[in-house]
């Protein structure tokens, strides 16, 4: 993976490169030193792949959730024979991943019906790998009262089969627990988060992705205390500010921080993110309340925004313009992976209603695994030129 | 004696294939660059066979005539027209009857195809409705590094690695590869990287139709031999060489039909 | 004796075209000099006009087959015209329904249903390059050309100002994501209400029904409060009783399709349900459509005819039929002795609405829309698809299964391999038509022609006539993308 290098432009000379190490070998392959620790231990480490897959059922009692990506990716021929070339490349690569036993690790998978590639992921992992506990969540496409309860349905659904088949009892306490555990964590990265709304910012946006992406695939225990050093550190941190212009990357699933990365070498730092695993929605904390699983449905239906929610483009937007005064941002970065069908209507349709708005915005198709830099840096340049940066 | 003369002609995108055959064996064969109209083609690749057979003079003196390929429809002097699929099938099989999965790498489709036992068809899939992996993608690759198809395997024959390409499709890849070349990587480790994802295509498709023992390869791209050895390399499984050139495996399964239709 | 036969054909052909156009005029000329209106607004019409060319089909057919076909044509004519002419007609109870989203509720408050995609491929079926504008309109404003082409006709009919504007939009999330978002698009060109429906992935459960149904209360709320349509219990009692009738007149000419050979095929089977059940459900008209073909079906099977001659192959077509090429079939029968036995855009019917209480009609209804075209096999867990495929199999007797595999369709080709390697453990033969429902540049007819040939001649037939081989297994091919 190309983020050992990654150390952005803008930081690179002032000695802190050793600060994001950690992070850097946790995401360099999915069976980080961390998770080899949990199995150690025998916690049942169970992948999931979207972010309405609620994490804190996943991280209850001895569970470990893990965020299913494929770092280092290179060729997908695996999966090519399952799936046709219209079939989006995040999907491909996990697929190969699995069939390659990358994943073998994991002691079962929790899938969602989030879109049509996830559900014949659903469907072609069952078929090759066959793994021995796999369950797809029925998600809504739309968040409504009725929604919550059939949420809330899934949800002890869920619970019920993970307790069946790992002979475990994950009481009310435990899913509070875990709830608990996970406002900490994103409460953390939040805080880390905040430092990005700064005039002359302390993290770049590939620094902060390192450490949202460690967040999502190393368990939740081993993190907090390099992430507190992370936000001590950061607070010494001085700042060389050479970049032209302040973005806000929005789209679907982006789990390399190389490819931002490549947009902040070529001048433009990434202030904020609405990307499946980014700080946009994904950092707001459960809210208290005794029901733990109308909670955790309620929050992961209402807090997670992907366009597949047919009623909320507006609230999307809304979201997105938001984030662009209050993180002072010059412009929008919309990048989707080519075939994803939700993700392909919204860049359009956002990237007009932005437009319509006088926000400029660049609209980038891409490959789950980086291809291209040389185009995507003269696009990024030709970007931040236009906006007169 | 006999004076039975069965032909095969494939008509292809890039070249024109014939084999001439008599009741015991192979006479002739010949390989001639397409013309735009495929008549011609198969016409001259006919022409080009017969020169080497004495008693052949004219084209209605073949006994039957086969065609098969891409133009096949437009050879009016042939008598039947095959698909190049059953043709590929039933020509490597002619020439090794324990051959059971092929793969024909044309100049603008890949086919995979599973034999039964007896040699016919089982399973087949093709590509082509995208270049990526045939001929024509190696043409245009090769054409980016200014060297022709033999110096292009060559070339990728030197590499001591491979870099990776993976855009699926050629025009995709075409701009890759040319970054690739632009950051100064050693053009020989591209080339293998290019060869890679061609074999892993062929792999996909194998795979689709089912693996089994003997595997050959046929098609003009069967004579790109680091071609061979990566896709050895990705299958984990040999590849039989067979004793003709490959390239003409299709005229060869078309002049077998020939054979069994004209007596 | 072959020119008096065409001679006979021609005159039959002339006869019969004329007839329909004159019914289709009956209907239109209602619309007195505002048809002419009608023309310059909505330029497809004339596409509509040309439905002579669907006619054809009956040149390739014989006896009471062809018979049964040109009855098809014409309660296809009829039925459409009607729909058009309803939505020119009534501007003001106009609601644009997606086209999974039955017309009963819609009618039954007395408002107008119309669907950009249903016309979309009724336009297509009778001219193949009638949208290629509209696709084309669509790919040019920045939508990804991946999507499938139906949606993206919507589209473009909508941003190429040639759709009416309705009173609301009801959308859903049926039957694909390209469905679902292209409403994203369309509501925000023509700035009207909209209510999008909510169909769960396992729609097979009474929770998914109870949801659904929820579901169709607030579409009836929401259509109360932005139309004047008012929901009339009686009419939708009245509309699904006719419903439950047309569908039982269906079953009984899909038990006709169980013969070997059958006596009922093709446009009697798929573009009879296509155009009734998704256009005209719980009206008389269509079921007496199926009362005919089921007459037509009969006397074949008294004479002990099949509908074409020396049937040799029964196809199973899955996924929406050639929209771009309706002559594949008739073409299948003459080259291949191959007919068309079933789809899955027709294979969609289940329980009998229970009509006894307003709740009851509405989870009936729920659980018809859950299982509409596409959704039913496309959404949810796989089983849906593949058990339904192995049913029709072995129901209908099936030698052959040809997947209609429209590149924009990625729910399906997700699982094309798994088909094949499940249909190669039963030794069922399987071609995978690569091809784009509505846009015929991407795959002409006679690319589809030369894959099926390439099939039937290296799989189904090929070796065999050599006379090289000594077997009779059957195989399989397919082209991919």
Known sequence: MATETAESKSFGSNGNQMMFSLFDTIIRSPLNRFMEQAVDEGKIPIGYTCSYIPRMILSAKNLVPFRVFAPGVSSTEMADTYLPSTICSYTKSILDFAINGRYDFLKGWVLTSSCQHMSRFFDNLKHTVNPPFIKIIDLPNRVSESAIRWMMAEMNELRTDIQTHFQITVSDEDLNEAINRHNDSVQLLSAIGELRKNKTPVISGTEFHKLMMAALVAPEAFLFKPLSDIKDALSKRELKEDYRARVILVGGQLDDPAYINIIEQSGALVVSDRICTGSIPGLDPIPHGTDPIERISAHTLTKTSCPRMMDNFQARLAAIISAYETFQADGIIIEAIKFCDTWGLEARELTDSLREKGIPVLKLEREYRITGEGQLKTRIQAFIESMGK | ?263 | MDIRKNIRNKTSYIFTVTKIYLSVALILLKRGPFLLIDLWRYPWLFNFLKLYKLYKIMNFRKGHFKDGSVCTLNGIAILITNYIYDMLKNPDKLVLAEDIIPPEIIRAMGLTPFSPEILAIVLTIITPDAMEKYIDICENSGIPGDLCSLPKCAMGMALGNVLPKPKAIVASNLPCDAGMMSYVTIEKHMDVPIIRLDVPYNFRSDRAITYFSEELARMIHFLEEHTDGKMDWQELKNILKERNKTQETELELWDLAKTKPTPVASEMIYLSHLVTFNIFPGDKRSTEIFRKLIEFGKKNLEEGKGAIENETYRILLWNPPFAHFPMAFSWAETKHQAVLIMDSMTFNTIDYVDTATNESMIKGLADIIMQGPMSRHVRGPSENYFNDIFYIHNHFKIDMIWVADNIGCKMSAGLNEILREKCRERNIPVLVISYDLMDQRFTSSEDIKTCIDNFMETIMTGNLETGLFDTDAKHMISTER
């Open chain 2, 1 to 263: 004696m006999s004076k039975n003369f069965y032909a095969g002609c494939d008509v292809g995108s890039t070249t024109g294939k014939a084999v001439i055959m008599n009741d015991k064996k192979i006479l002739a064969m010949a390989i001639v660059e397409s013309e735009i109209d495929p008549e011609l083609t198969a016409r001259n690749a006919l022409l080009k066979a017969m020169a080497q057979v004495r008693e052949l003079n004219r084209l209605e003196d073949m006994t039957y005539l086969v065609g098969t390929g891409y133009g096949r429809t437009e050879v009016p002097f042939a008598h039947k027209n095959v698909s190049e699929i059953s043709c590929h099938a039933l020509g490597a099989y002619f020439i090794d009857k324990k051959i059971r999965t092929i793969v024909d790498i044309g100049g603008q489709d890949i086919k995979g195809i599973s034999l039964h036992d007896n040699g016919t068809v089982k399973e087949f899939v093709m590509n082509d409705k995208c270049a990526a992996g045939t001929g024509k993608f190696f043409e245009a690759m090769g054409r980016t590094f200014k060297v022709d198809l033999t110096e292009f395997s060559k070339l990728a024959g030197k590499a001591k690695k491979s870099i990776s390409v993976t855009s699926q499709c050629s025009v995709f890849a075409e701009s890759e590869v040319i970054s690739l070349i632009a950051k100064k990587n050693p053009p020989e480790n591209i080339a293998l990287g290019i060869h890679e994802s061609v074999a892993k295509r062929c792999y996909t498709l194998l795979k689709r139709v089912g693996l089994n023992q003997r595997i050959t390869i046929t098609g003009g791209c069967a004579k790109n031999k680091t071609l061979v050895k990566t896709l050895k390399q990705i299958l984990k499984m040999d590849i039989a060489e067979l004793s003709v050139d490959p390239q003409i495996i299709g005229a060869l399964g078309a002049a077998v039909f020939a054979k069994q239709n004209g007596k």
